[in-house]
């Protein structure tokens, strides 16, 4: 069983809520969220916002918090197999009411389909607000370009 290694990125003016399913194991080595090369996360905010991508965590965090976006994980504890999604089980989710509770979070967007399904099956039930599901940005999600998965997010959000 792993434990998520790093806590949520919001504050009281967070509006919009990200939720991935759970760390990769180069997130987890850099405590903090995407932190794969090849993932396109990075890329398609910053393209949406407008703005340069970041390169630290400091400057993605501030990025992030000054854009009023606060970015999670569903599972709080799994069993994983390096980064697959496909071998997560034995999910224990992550309790959102701490940032509900200091931001007034009006949507909620899930990055890719792991993330949606465990939305649906263990958030969902407990906070009856649903979630957009938004393509993933995974390097794994190759049928998706970076100028789709820009169009999409941009749409969306």
């Not at 340069?52 to 918090?65: A, D, G, Q, S, Y």
Request: aromatic share 10%.
């Amino acid at each position: 069983m792993i434990a998520h290694p790093f806590p949520p990125l919001y504050n009281g003016n967070s509006k919009i809520l990200i939720l991935g399913s759970f760390p990769s194991v180069k997130s987890r080595e850099e405590m903090f969220f995407y932190g794969h090369k090849q993932n396109r996360f990075w890329k398609v905010i910053s393209a949406v916002l407008k703005v340069k991508t970041p390169e630290t965590v400091e400057e993605k965090r501030k990025m992030l918090l000054e854009h009023g976006i606060a970015l999670w994980d569903v599972i709080a504890s799994c069993d994983i197999t390096g980064s697959s999604d496909s071998s997560i089980k034995n999910v224990i989710a992550n309790d959102l009411s701490p940032i509900f509770e200091s931001a007034q979070i009006r949507g909620i967007f899930v990055n890719g389909k792991t993330a949606e399904k465990y939305y649906k099956k263990y958030t969902f039930p407990q906070i009856k607000r649903s979630a957009i599901c938004l393509a993933s940005t995974s390097p794994a999600n190759a049928a998706w370009t970076l100028d789709a998965l820009i169009s999409q997010w941009g749409d969306e959000l």
